[in-house]
T-cell receptor, first 115, second 116 residues
Framework: KAGVTQTPRYLIKTRGQQVTLSCSPI?????VSWYQQTPGQGLQFLFE???????NKGNFPGRFSGRQFSNSRSEMNVSTLELGDSALYLC??????????????FGSGTRLTVV | GENVEQHPSTLSVQEGDSAVIKCTYS??????FPWYKQELGKRPQLIID?????GEKKDQRIAVTLNKTAKHFSLHITETQPEDSAVYFC???????????????FGRGTQLTVWP
């Protein structure tokens, strides 16, 4: 069974540009959550999608957005990139929100560097 | 509040010793408590979890205990090995936080180093 797949693995972007990251959940999982990980800040929750709808959102500016497709794949977009957006972006998939029987499984992440 | 407090932030032990990491949470409605291990350059991986109706759970050398009254839960690693060196994250899940939909709230992580 394939795990959670995130693409690309690495990205280098310039300030002011925008970027789109992709996450394909485990087959059968319909919930995708996104996190930003930076040294010292741990895992900061961005948003969660289920059935193509954003069901929960963290405390990030509107430059951070996302969407989910009918096949449960999710994308997140960051517009007008800032140096502080440099981080590892992780997504996690689960069967559905609140179904903790099998936990949340993380992808390997996309390392974004803004220069 | 939404924060999960995790201590210590760094922990160094000698191979064979035990390691304990503790997390506290604030909302009594939290009902699921997973622990993740993240090795350098890799993804966080679920290593053990516990639900609010259970006080303790073991899996070989690792165990998690939950004290609902005090609102804290701990990860215990016995007979530590160098390959246990990693960052460990605790989290809690609350499916009923008033108008806020449930989700995982993570601690800031503990860097565990096991010296041979």
């Amino acid at each position: 069974k394939a795990g959670v797949t995130q693409t690309p693995r690495y990205l280098i972007k310039t300030r002011g540009q925008q970027v789109t990251l992709s996450c394909s959940p485990i087959s059968g999982h319909r919930s995708v959550s996104w996190y930003q990980q930076t040294p010292g800040q741990g895992l900061q929750f961005l948003f969660e999608y289920f059935s193509e709808t954003q069901r929960n959102k963290g405390n990030f500016p509107g430059r951070f957005s996302g969407r989910q497709f009918s096949n449960s794949r999710s994308e997140m977009n960051v517009s007008t990139l800032e140096l502080g957006d440099s981080a590892l972006y992780l997504c996690a998939s689960s069967l559905a929100p609140g179904t903790t029987n099998y936990g949340y499984t993380f992808g390997s992440g996309t390392r974004l560097t803004v220069v | 509040g939404e924060n999960v407090e995790q201590h210590p932030s760094t922990l160094s032990v000698q191979e064979g010793d035990s390691a304990v990491i503790k997390c506290t949470y604030s909302d009594s409605a939290s009902n699921y408590f997973p622990w993740y291990k993240q090795e350098l350059g890799k993804r966080p991986q679920l290593i053990i979890d516990i639900r609010s109706n259970v006080g303790e759970k073991k899996d070989q050398r690792i165990a998690v205990t939950l004290n609902k009254t005090a609102k804290h839960f701990s990860l215990h690693i016995t007979e530590t090995q160098p390959e246990d060196s990693a960052v460990y994250f605790c989290a809690d899940y609350n499916s009923d936080r008033g108008s806020t939909l449930g989700r995982l709230y993570f601690g800031r992580g503990t860097q565990l180093t096991v010296w041979p």
